[in-house]
C-alpha cells in the first residue's frame, strides 16, 4: 500500500477560504447592524414612553379611587404588555443567531 500524494497549497494563513470566513463572522459579530441600531434608537424613545405611561395609569387608577392593589395591578400590566425588553434584546439575539448560521453553513 504504497503511493504518490501530491497536493497543491493555493493559499495559506490569512488568505484561505477559512481565514477570510472566520474574519467575516469576527466583523459582523464586532459591529452593530443597521437593525440593531434602529432598535436601540427606538428603545431609547419607547422605554421612556413606556414608564411614563404606566406611572400614569398608576395615578389615574389612585386618583379615581380604586384599591392600591388594583392599581399597581393596572401599571404592571401596562409594562408586560409593552415590554419593552424585548425589542432591546430580540434584535441581537437574532443577529447573533443568523451569524451562527450562516457559519455553519459556510462549512
Known sequence: MGGLLLVRATAVGADTQLARITRLVTEAQAGKAKAQRLADRAAGVFVPVVLTLAA?????WLGAGA????????CVAVLVVACP???????????????????NWAF
Do not use: D, H, K, S
Open 56 to 60: 400614569t395609569v398608576l395615578g389615574f
Open 67 to 74: 384599591e392600591p392593589q388594583a392599581a399597581i395591578t393596572a
Open 85 to 103: 425588553c424585548a425589542l432591546g434584546l430580540a434584535t441581537p439575539t437574532a443577529l447573533m443567531a443568523a451569524t451562527g448560521r450562516g457559519l
